[in-house]
């Protein structure tokens, strides 16, 4: 019966290390960005901080293994379990490093962590167990432990708990373990009933934790985004807040501004309309990402177009923008139109698997701040999209800003010209981003910018319109390397760029 529950113990807390290192993984790539990167570093130094527990453990008396396992699960439960809250208030509301508080918590854990296995090892050594079958146990049910919660955090835990409850509810398996296993061998602990007692009292504040880690959350993010917050969701793919101060609306990805509704018209009239009103025969429309429904609005008012295939990733997203009374209203509806099918799916994906030819195609994907993102923006993709695209038609693609990120943007030129495509790079003016870039292209090495516009703006006017292709002096173009798939220099390229600004 010991023995069951010790191996259980070994099941739940190498699940729970796992979880703890995929939490403050997540939180840091939500918070910061660059997921590759925040998911490489916490992974390396909770790993490494795992070697030092393991060697700090032969300090731990064998007549104390028992009583320090109980302890260290009760510490780690409560530790780990208030991580995630911790790391978020700190962004939110503290001026202390948010990378170092990150790094600190990371270690803490690691260490104790890294102090379990070990001293249960040693708990069966006591019990005389064979060496053989002692290894054979503890690391068969310890990997079984990190493979079950490695799909079950992407799968369940952090689309539907959200990362601070399910950091609350790791840490209650670890309190739990550690009151099992007091339970189960009281007879052979110094102090059965203190240690039951301190037991329950970290699973009570870890319990409450949960309950109020809803309003944990709503309370952070104020702190991020300062106006009041009218929708959160965190889903498998991304975390999505919507604020709202007076009449601005404003979308928020993984903590990165999406759209304000004050302005937003001029993103995404530029977007659109260079491209659209120079196709009057156009009839079949591509929106790769624009799950906002936003780009969509502005095809829609073109009468000749008659269909429109939206490709976005998030059904959240899209779902978001179909249901919600204000953001229905912004975007006038678009997505329930009749001449509108909204698909989820991985746009590569999608493109692969359709041999379908559009007339004009969107490309309204986030910026390339991420590794995942910047394949979106590579030579095969773009290759990709060049054979959907009708032989006279236009591509349009989001570029990030040509001010503030100048080498991005002339990589996204340099990558389509690399895919075969002719290029007319033009920029607009949204006060919410600043200068903001675009590139049109095609398979035709032809265009020129409408000398009317046939549908209704609040921002473009033909001569407006002409202006988007004209870069001042002294924003020349910059000869920048493609961005091929292996190498992915856009992503580094809009770190450094962006980096630059915020200095």
């Excluded at 952070?220 to 604020?243: C, K, N, S």
């Excluded at 993709?381 to 032989?391: G, N, P, S």
Aim: proline share 5%.
């Amino acid at each position: 019966m010991r023995d069951r529950a010790l191996i259980l113990s070994v099941l739940i807390v190498a699940s729970c290390g796992l979880g703890y290192e995929l939490v403050t993984s997540a939180l840091a790539s939500y918070l910061l960005g660059d997921s590759i990167l925040q998911f490489s570093s916490v992974i390396g130094c909770y790993l490494f901080a795992m070697g030092i527990g393991s060697w700090l453990s032969r300090y731990v008396e064998d007549e104390d293994v028992l009583d320090r396992f109980v302890d260290l699960e009760m510490l780690i439960g409560l530790v780990g379990g208030v991580s995630a809250a911790v790391l978020f208030v700190v962004f939110a509301w503290l001026s202390t490093p948010f990378r170092t508080a990150l790094y600190v918590m990371v270690f803490a854990i690691g260490l104790m962590v890294g102090m379990e296995i070990p001293l249960v090892m040693r708990i069966f050594n006591q019990r005389r167990t064979a060496f053989r079958e002692l290894v054979s146990r503890v690391l068969a049910f310890d990997y079984l432990g990190a493979l079950i919660v490695s799909l079950v955090f992407p799968l369940l835990l952090a689309p539907r708990l959200g990362l601070l409850r399910t950091a609350f509810l790791f840490g209650m398996f670890n309190a739990g373990v550690a009151l099992w296993t007091a339970l189960a061998f009281r007879d052979d602990l110094t102090a059965p009933r203190r240690s039951l007692v301190r037991g329950g009292v970290v699973m009570a504040l870890l319990v409450a934790g949960m309950g109020f880690s809803g309003r944990m959350t709503a309370w952070a993010e104020r702190g991020i985004y300062g106006d009041e917050i009218v929708h959160a969701e965190t889903t498998p793919f991304q975390r999505l807040i919507v604020t709202r101060w007076q009449d601005d609306l404003r979308l928020y990805i993984n903590g990165n501004l999406q759209f304000s509704s004050r302005d937003e018209h001029r993103y995404h009239e530029a977007l659109v309309h260079p491209g659209l009103q120079a196709l009057p025969a156009a009839r079949r429309v591509l929106v790769l990402g624009g799950g906002d429904g936003l780009a969509v609005r502005e095809i829609l008012k073109s009468p000749h177009v008659e269909h429109v295939t939206l490709v976005d990733l998030d059904p959240a997203m899209t779902g978001m923008f179909s249901t919600s009374a204000p953001l229905v209203a912004l975007n006038h509806g678009s997505l329930k139109d009749r001449r509108v099918r909204v698909i989820n799916e991985d746009a590569g994906r999608w493109l692969e698997d359709n041999r379908d030819s559009y007339d004009f195609i969107v490309v309204d994907f986030p910026d390339p701040s991420s590794f995942g993102i910047g394949r979106l923006y590579s030579v095969p993709m773009f290759r990709l999209i060049a054979r959907h695209l009708a032989w006279n038609g236009y591509v349009v693609v989001q570029s990030t800003s040509p001010y503030y990120a100048p080498r991005s943007f002339w990589s996204v030129d340099a990558t389509l010209k690399e895919a075969g495509l002719h290029t007319w790079p033009y920029h607009c003016d949204v006060p919410s981003f600043g200068d903001w870039g675009f590139v049109l292209a095609g398979h035709r090495d032809d265009y020129t910018p409408p000398a009317k516009l046939d549908v209704p703006t609040r921002y473009l006017t033909p001569a407006t319109l002409r202006e988007l292709f004209e870069f001042p002096k002294d924003r020349p173009p910059l000869a920048m390397p493609p961005n091929r798939l292996d190498e992915q220099t856009l992503v580094r390229y809009f770190d450094e760029d962006w980096r630059r600004v915020i200095r």
